[in-house]
């Protein structure tokens, strides 16, 4: 009997679930539709469904857990709280609403908070106690490790460096605030910057050409490499303010190493460079030249899916 | 036989120690002066008689350890590394030392989170798993408690919040850089704030009268009790930055409480009120109304003994 995790990761528009060993060999994974705008029944329904659909082909598997990574998901209530993508209610109960469909033990968290676990089990972070992992898409998500733990603090919602306060006159956040590190840290916080930057200076420019709504963090990554002087401004920009909020997380719980995850990250020395260049410069002396700042290990691989998988072995095995 | 712990609080000047049992009671306390810009060896010798002579009046104790609080202690390596108060060297292997002298085991770690650690063995945070000790003293230290356990970080340093940056175009601080949080929010930096104040403002104020170097917090918070307009105003100031910057902090680790310890701490609501206002109106919607500010359950008691005999209580018993 060979032992496998169910990760399962849930996303506004689609739910990825994968069949995944200890070593992070994933055996099968499918995607199916959130259907977030719907009744969470008809969403069990289909999980359940495509779960023992895909069982069916591995007669031979023993099910250690469920492991599950959604937004705004509670580790301790195993709710999803005010997710604005997931309009299945402000407070739904998952975890009761699983145990009528399914008889695993489950675990779940937050994305950031699976993709922190991921990189511990499966990817760079493997044997160490004391990492960040931090996911830059449409916002900045975060997962902190403290003795080897995830720190999950008392209401179970810790780890979100996203809304730490850049500026407190600053950009818009959807949090209902004012500049929090994702209005300037992630790939739409690139963007905003990119039209910032349009407006303060006269460089030519690529970037002139394309409207808000059709640029993407991708092609200002692609026009960094051809050279694009507002392109390669953005990601300085973007770097500083990472690298100088990173200095203080480091006051924090001064890990060992912080692991950047996303599409940013393709950008390479774009995005490292002013980052570590600003993090160092900003950093308490006795910090100095400690801090690995690396990209993640997961990158090329389903890191979603494994996250959600590795929360298993994490939550269920004893060490 | 009572089992006993010995506390030990080394500071710039004096070196205060305690025979403390599980309940807190201290059975004996002394001060010895540090010697701190003499040779280590001629402070442990007095130490080390010091507490023989104590001990000789308790023929009935079980010694379960020693507990030590120092400033810039590694809790991994048992060094003091940089103090600038400490003139034993530039690192001090006191571990080393504190083996030819005496014979128990022995765990140190810095005043801040010895502090976080007494609060929890004898003070207000008892049963909590999740919070963070703030002293307020000639700088801000600070100790924080994830899962029950402190967080020494992977260098053993975690835990600076006094060097958050508040502004990195602010006040020098004395650890050569800018805009440091304990440059605002500590003893220090409350009389630095009087002093802008006193320049920004014209309003009457009986601290126009005081040099810089005659002023101290108690009489800044004292003159806030007579409603002394600057004084007043000086609050306000330490409060706001203090609140916002805790707003930060709890994105962090997401604690159940914040406790404040130290002399400033006595302004009670001069000082609670603005921090708590501010720390509110820059917290993350998901953290709004959950985190109790409050002060010290140690505050007038030994606490620096008291903090380090915990340690051993933490470190040495199996719970």
Redesign the interface.
């Given at each position: 009997m060979k032992e496998i995790a169910i990760g399962i990761d849930i996303g506004g528009t689609n739910t990825k679930f994968g069949l995944v060993d200890k070593d992070g060999e994933t055996l099968f994974q499918k995607s199916i539709p959130t259907r977030a705008e719907g009744d969470v029944n008809e969403f069990f329904k289909d999980l359940q469904e495509s779960i023992q659909g895909a069982l069916k082909n591995f007669p031979d598997v023993d099910i250690k857990g469920v492991g599950i990574g959604a937004p705004?998901a509670n580790y301790y209530k195993q709710t999803i709280?005010?997710a604005p993508n997931i309009r299945w209610g402000t407070i739904v109960p998952f975890g009761e609403i699983f145990k009528k469909y399914f008889k695993y033990p489950m675990v779940m968290t937050n994305d950031a908070n699976a993709a922190a676990i991921g990189e511990m089990v499966y990817g760079a972070a493997k044997g160490m106690?004391?990492f960040i992992v931090i996911t830059l898409g449409t916002g900045l998500g975060s997962g902190?490790v403290?003795?080897g733990?995830l720190?999950?603090?008392?209401?179970?919602?810790?780890?979100?460096?996203g809304?730490?306060?850049v500026n407190?006159n600053g950009r818009y956040c959807g949090?209902?605030?004012k500049g929090?590190l994702e209005t300037y840290v992630s790939a739409t916080g690139i963007k905003r910057t990119v039209f910032k930057l349009l407006a303060d200076y006269t460089y030519k420019s690529e970037l002139r050409a394309i409207a808000f709504d059709d640029l993407t963090a991708e092609f200002i990554t692609q026009a960094a490499m051809r050279k694009d002087p507002i392109a390669i401004a953005a990601f300085e920009y973007t770097g500083r303010i990472l690298g100088?909020k990173l200095?203080?997380?480091m006051?924090?719980?001064?890990?060992?190493a912080i692991f950047l995850f996303g599409g940013l990250v393709k950008a390479g020395d774009y995005i490292f460079k002013p980052t570590l260049e600003h993090m160092e410069k900003?950093m308490?002396?006795?910090?100095k030249n400690?801090l690995k700042l690396i990209p993640s290990g997961l990158m090329d691989k389903n890191a979603a899916v494994l996250g959600a998988a590795a929360l298993v072995w994490k939550e269920f095995e004893t060490p």
């Open positions: 705004n709280e005010h106690k004391d902190i403290v003795n733990q720190v999950y603090g008392h209401d179970g919602f810790a780890g979100e460096l809304h730490v306060i407190p949090c209902g605030r929090c100088i200095a203080d997380t006051v924090h719980t001064s890990p060992e900003n308490f002396p006795v910090f400690k």
